[in-house]
């Protein structure tokens, strides 16, 4: 499968609010509170406004196969307050908003969004990739730790005290790997050779088809 990954434009901005819809549906069902409003996610409306902050600055990327969008990420060098410290993000891109759609899951989408942003962070001569990921979810994690990132705190004020409540900063776990550690990396990821995208109904029907032998 060819993965091409390229800088979003504002154009983009519905296709990456239907990928966080499509997502968050798909939480739901699964019965995660990562992302709901009832836990302190954002609402579409702040989502698209922040992404699309994120578009005009060039700092948003699509990854397409076959030509369609099949996924997408932010890189820059901000955060959340109180997650990572000024010198933390000195010397890292972060990883936001990373979604790969539902339909092409599975097919190292994800890993190739991730050695994009890592490519980024060395281009910037920033030594590490890094990002927050949603604190109660810790199937999440377990995804971030198999992709060779390592957790690095719960930040401080995320943890409930008798003032403060973990809902207000939700998305608090916060995770890092050097982005050289995927230049060392010698087996390219395991992705198909060939996805086959079927497209109707305005883009929202994407079937992926793997011809991988193995
Ligand atoms: C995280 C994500 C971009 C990775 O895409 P990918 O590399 O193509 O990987 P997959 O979608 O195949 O997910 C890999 C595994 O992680 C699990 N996973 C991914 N995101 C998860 C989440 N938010 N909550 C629980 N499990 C999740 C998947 O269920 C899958 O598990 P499985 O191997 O048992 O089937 C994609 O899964 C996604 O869009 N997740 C929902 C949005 C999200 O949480 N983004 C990260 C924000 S920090």
Redesign the pocket.
Same mark, same amino acid.
């Given at each position: 499968m060819n993965i091409r990954i390229r800088q979003g434009r504002p154009a983009d901005l519905g296709t990456i609010c239907r !990928?966080?819809l499509q997502? +968050?549906s798909? *939480?739901a069902a699964?019965g995660?509170d990562?992302?709901t409003r009832q836990a302190g996610g954002l609402s579409i409306e702040v989502f698209a406004a922040a992404v699309g902050h994120s578009l005009r600055r060039g700092e948003s990327w699509i990854a397409e196969a076959g030509g369609e969008p099949v996924?997408t990420?932010t890189v820059n060098d901000r955060a959340d307050a109180g997650l990572w410290s000024p010198a933390e993000l000195a010397e890292a891109v972060v990883?936001?908003?990373?979604?790969?759609? %539902?339909r092409? +899951?599975?097919? &190292?989408?994800? +890993? $190739? *969004? %991730?050695a994009h942003a890592a490519a980024l962070a060395r281009a910037r001569h920033r030594t590490w990739v890094r !990002?927050? &990921?949603?604190t109660a $979810?810790t &199937? %999440?994690h377990?995804?971030?730790r198999? &992709?060779g990132f390592r957790l690095v705190r719960i930040a401080a004020s995320a943890m409930p005290g008798p003032t403060e409540s973990a809902a207000l900063v939700p998305?608090a776990a916060l995770f890092e790997r050097r982005a050289d550690a995927w230049a060392r990396t010698t087996e390219p990821p395991r992705i198909p050779q060939r996805i086959l995208i079927t497209t109707r109904d305005a883009g929202l029907t994407v079937s992926c088809v793997s011809s991988r032998t193995e």
């Open positions: !990928l966080r997502r +968050a798909w *939480l699964r995660s990562q992302w996924g990420v990883v936001h908003y990373m979604i790969v759609d %539902l092409c +899951a599975g097919r &190292a989408v994800g +890993a $190739n *969004l %991730l !990002l927050d &990921a949603w $979810n &199937a %999440l377990d995804y971030y198999r &992709a998305s």
